[in-house]
């Protein structure tokens, strides 16, 4: 899978937005643009997923540039449950890893201050 | 949404003595899926890759003696920590395919192995 580039960390304070960046400037053209996010002691959980288009659903909104070279994970208002380690993933639905493992980078531990 | 159960969600168990986690898809039928393990302030790290009716594959380092999995239907895979020992402490994590287009993964809610 091409490689994505996060902050390590970032803080935001809770109820006002947070936008999580993502560079991924070898991203394929069948490249799909997946976030996740791991709370404490949990595994892993879906946040959104999308290729060209911009993409909302009820957790977050996807922002993915018109190069598709970056993305940005929305949360519109921030609460103490969304502090967690975000993960920016890219999956090649037509590569050789596609149905293989997820590959875990650092991610970014976001903090929500009160 | 896809839902990716693990039971037991938490173990204690004496060195020596052999643990079964299980992993089940609850409203998908998953033919792969995936065993991680992971330890505290690191991310997740691959142990195997489990398919339905076949040999898990498992990753270099991993014994497969030692931890082994069972795929035994499309919704249920079984990872068994034989002999454990305190260095086998983990959190183990898995994970199934569920949207073959985007290939989206589930993951579950993990369980914590502590060996005493």
């Known amino acids: 899978d091409a490689k994505t580039t996060q902050p390590n960390s970032m803080e935001s304070n809770e109820e006002e937005p947070v936008h999580l960046p993502c560079n991924h400037s070898?991203?394929?053209?069948?490249?799909?643009i997946h976030w996740y996010r791991q709370l404490p002691s949990q595994g892993p959980e879906y946040v959104i997923h999308g290729l060209t288009s911009n993409v909302n659903n009820r957790m977050a909104s996807l922002a993915i540039a018109e190069d598709r070279k970056s993305s940005t994970l929305i949360l519109h208002r921030a609460t103490l449950r969304d502090a967690a380690v975000y993960y920016c993933i890219l999956r090649d639905v037509e590569g050789q890893n596609y149905g293989q493992n997820f590959v875990f980078g650092p991610g970014t531990r976001l903090s929500v201050l009160p | 949404g896809a839902v990716v159960s693990q039971h037991p969600s938490w173990v204690i168990c004496k060195s020596g003595t052999s643990v079964k986690i299980e992993c089940r898809s609850l409203d998908f039928q998953a033919t792969t899926m995936f065993w991680y393990r992971q330890f505290p302030k690191q991310s997740l790290m691959l142990m195997a890759t489990?398919?339905?009716?076949?040999?898990?594959?498992?990753e270099q380092g991993v014994e497969k003696d030692k931890f082994l999995i069972n795929h035994a239907s499309l919704t249920l895979s079984t990872l068994t920590v034989t002999s454990a020992h305190p260095e086998d402490s983990s959190f183990y994590i898995c994970?199934?395919?569920?949207?073959?287009?985007?290939?989206?993964?589930?993951f579950g809610p993990g369980t914590r192995l502590t060996v005493l």
């Open positions: 070898t991203i394929s053209g069948t490249d799909y």
């Open positions: 994970s199934a395919i569920q949207d073959r287009e985007a290939d989206t993964q589930y």
């Open positions: 489990s398919n339905e009716g076949s040999k898990a594959t498992y």
